[in-house]
């Protein structure tokens, strides 16, 4: 059983409300509207793969910038999605993209170390620690991924977690979200449904789809927990300390959560690179900063991406090695904020 399509508003309507929403919004801070449009169903999906822990890809930053700039065509069906129901029932939604001026941006085998000189990664122990924000809200997907707390029933969380680019994973259906309790103990939770933007499903970890390597869960019940803020990835250069910090639970280390932050890298206008350590297990993981908020004048720790997986390139005859996240870009904030509180006005703020 699945809801009854969104309706959409009648662009007069629509119209109206965009102008008092971008109005109020300082220049810098106007975030985009994605809205549902339709929605159809589709075949049923086959869960046969395993969910694959970590992801890489031989396209460097240089290789995406190359990427020929998509259109607002092409955002409209990237930004489309799918909705995986636990009764295994799967749709696709259409959007349309209002008030936005943004521009998105061969298998190799080999050891992927992903530990960048000495390892410092952290192990949260105690349960004052666990059980205290920020730390308490990563939390571990069932197919052995990492997520995030983002809403009072959301877990934001990699694409590649669910779905491989082709189908959705073995265990996707019965997905069970876990919240680390003392003792290495997990609650778990039931995933209602699952959100996956088409960008991702058009290809696979190889391909260029990674920009779209995201995906929204809503569990069946609140899981009554603190949660963090979406917030616009801002350039590297302007996080505070150029650092970003993420918690997961990496495979190494097994019951525990881990810990880490680092110094920004490289970046594109979807992916942020970076040389924090990491294990599959961690991907997922919400990628966090702190970040001023003018309107309540207060520092507050916001997501502004989503850790990805691996990379390595060849650069003129020596490899260099990136950890990546997903940046969380005006559109995909527009998108996810929506999944999560069902209107754009509630998502004018990034």
Request: with cysteine; hydrophobic share 35%.
């Amino acid at each position: 059983m699945h809801e009854t399509p969104l309706t959409t508003p009648t662009p007069l309507v629509l119209s109206f409300f965009l102008s008092v929403f971008l109005v109020a919004l300082e220049p810098n801070e106007r975030v985009p509207v994605v809205l549902p449009q339709n929605t159809e169903p589709r075949p049923a999906p086959h869960f046969l793969s395993p969910a694959r822990l970590d992801v890489t890809s031989p396209c460097d930053p240089e290789c995406h910038k190359r990427a020929p700039q998509p259109s607002y065509w092409d955002l409209r069906r990237l930004l489309s999605y799918e909705t995986l129901h636990s009764d295994g029932q799967l749709t696709e939604t259409a959007v349309g993209i209002y008030g936005s001026s943004e521009k998105a941006g061969q298998s190799h085998v080999r050891r992927k170390r992903q530990i960048f000189g000495h390892d410092g990664r952290f192990s949260i122990a105690g349960q004052n620690f666990l059980l205290k924000y920020p730390f308490s809200v990563a939390v571990k997907l069932s197919t052995g991924c990492s997520g995030t707390l983002v809403g009072d029933r959301h877990v934001l969380t990699a694409a590649h977690c669910v779905h491989d680019g082709k189908n959705y994973v073995k265990g996707a259906q019965k997905l069970r979200v876990g919240f680390l309790k003392p003792k290495q103990r997990f609650q778990w939770i039931r995933a209602k449904r699952t959100h996956v933007p088409k960008g991702w499903i058009k290809g696979n970890a190889n391909d260029i789809g990674m920009d779209y390597d995201y995906a929204l869960l809503e569990l069946k019940k609140p899981h009554k927990r603190r949660h963090m803020k979406l917030g616009v990835s801002p350039p590297a250069q302007k996080l505070p300390g150029h650092r970003v910090h993420f918690s997961g639970f990496d495979n190494d280390r097994p019951g525990q959560l881990v810990y880490r932050f680092c110094r920004a890298g490289e970046e594109t206008s979807d992916l942020l690179y970076q040389h924090c350590d990491a294990q599959p297990g961690a991907s997922g993981s919400g990628v966090y900063a702190r970040m001023w908020d003018g309107r309540r004048r207060r520092w507050e720790r916001k997501v502004i991406g989503v850790f990805s997986g691996h990379q390595w390139v060849e650069r003129q005859g020596a490899s260099q090695e990136f950890n990546v996240a997903v940046r969380i870009t005006p559109l995909k904030y527009a998108q996810i904020c929506y999944w999560i509180k069902g209107n754009f006005v509630d998502c004018r703020e990034g």
